[in-house]
């Protein structure tokens, strides 16, 4: 029989919820995607338009094959993107998009398998419009602790937000970067005007480790530290 319950990951994950303003330490759970990598201005790049033109078809497929012969039906995920540069300033500051990388994805289920893909790829290749298909994976990605943040308005306005949280809150809460930078588009961008664009920020982050101390690896046993003390002042 099937399950009449639609799983909405997104109501069900926490870290897909974040606050307009609110720079949070969130700590966030390993899920699997379908991913595409690609470079490129986002907005000019033929690649950027290929990504999703073949993600989401998979996407779509992957769910009906689920709810035809799993009985699991669930709701698809938002679009989400992974953003780098070799400096991080082009990303930031600058905004030479032309020096960007990037991987789209989209969160699956954890009960769908590489051979449930694969089934899917088989019936969206056959009705073709995907350009890049057989370019996306499947694959696990686990952020751990993150610092998030949700930015409301147009893509281009996120600079100052990104740079507030990379050398701003990051460092004085003694944490520091360590992944991607990731974007999770909670709205669609073909149906929403610029300034109403609703965006999760998330930078992964980890616990910056103060030097060690020159004693920290002394021997703590007396006959130790006697020998220690004795080796500094002439003692035999």
Same mark, same amino acid.
């Given at each position: 029989?099937?399950?009449?319950?639609?799983?909405?990951?997104k109501? #069900?994950?926490?870290t897909?919820?974040a606050h307009?303003?609110v720079?949070?330490?969130v700590?966030v759970p390993a899920? /699997?995607?379908?991913?595409?990598?690609?470079?490129?201005?986002p907005?000019?790049?033929?690649a950027?338009?290929?990504?999703?033109?073949?993600?989401?078809? %998979?996407?779509?497929?992957?769910?009906?094959?689920?709810?035809?012969?799993?009985?699991?039906?669930? @709701?698809?995920?938002?679009? #989400?993107g %992974?953003?780098?540069?070799?400096?991080m300033?082009?990303?930031?500051?600058?905004?030479?998009?032309?020096?960007?990388?990037?991987?789209?994805m989209?969160?699956?289920?954890?009960w769908?398998?590489a051979?449930?893909?694969? @089934?899917?790829?088989?019936?969206?290749?056959?009705?073709?419009?995907?350009?890049v298909?057989?370019?996306?994976?499947?694959?696990?990605?686990?952020?751990?602790?993150?610092?998030?943040?949700?930015?409301?308005g147009?893509?281009?306005?996120?600079?100052?937000?990104?740079? @507030?949280m990379?050398?701003?809150?990051?460092?004085?809460?003694? %944490?520091?970067?360590?992944?991607?930078h990731h974007?999770?588009?909670?709205?669609?961008?073909? /149906?929403?005007?610029?300034?109403?664009?609703r965006?999760?920020l998330?930078?992964?982050?980890a616990?910056v480790q103060p030097p060690?101390?020159?004693?920290?690896?002394?021997d703590?046993s007396p006959?130790?530290?006697?020998?220690? @003390?004795?080796?500094?002042?002439?003692?035999?």
């Amino acid at each position: 029989m099937a399950d009449a319950t639609k799983v909405d990951l997104k109501r #069900e994950v926490e870290t897909y919820s974040a606050h307009r303003g609110v720079f949070a330490v969130v700590t966030v759970p390993a899920l /699997r995607f379908l991913m595409v990598d690609g470079h490129g201005d986002p907005n000019t790049s033929p690649a950027y338009a290929d990504a999703p033109a073949s993600l989401y078809p %998979l996407a779509y497929g992957v769910k009906f094959l689920s709810k035809r012969e799993l009985g699991r039906d669930y @709701a698809v995920m938002p679009l #989400e993107g %992974l953003w780098w540069s070799q400096d991080m300033d082009a990303f930031t500051a600058q905004r030479d998009k032309s020096r960007w990388d990037w991987t789209l994805m989209t969160v699956v289920p954890d009960w769908i398998t590489a051979e449930h893909v694969e @089934a899917a790829r088989a019936a969206v290749a056959g009705r073709g419009g995907a350009p890049v298909l057989d370019a996306v994976r499947l694959e696990a990605y686990d952020e751990g602790l993150s610092v998030q943040t949700l930015h409301v308005g147009p893509y281009d306005d996120e600079g100052p937000v990104l740079d @507030a949280m990379h050398h701003e809150f990051i460092p004085a809460r003694g %944490l520091r970067r360590t992944g991607r930078h990731h974007e999770i588009y909670l709205s669609d961008a073909r /149906r929403t005007a610029p300034a109403r664009l609703r965006t999760i920020l998330r930078q992964p982050v980890a616990e910056v480790q103060p030097p060690e101390s020159p004693l920290a690896s002394m021997d703590a046993s007396p006959s130790k530290r006697r020998s220690v @003390a004795g080796a500094g002042n002439g003692s035999t």
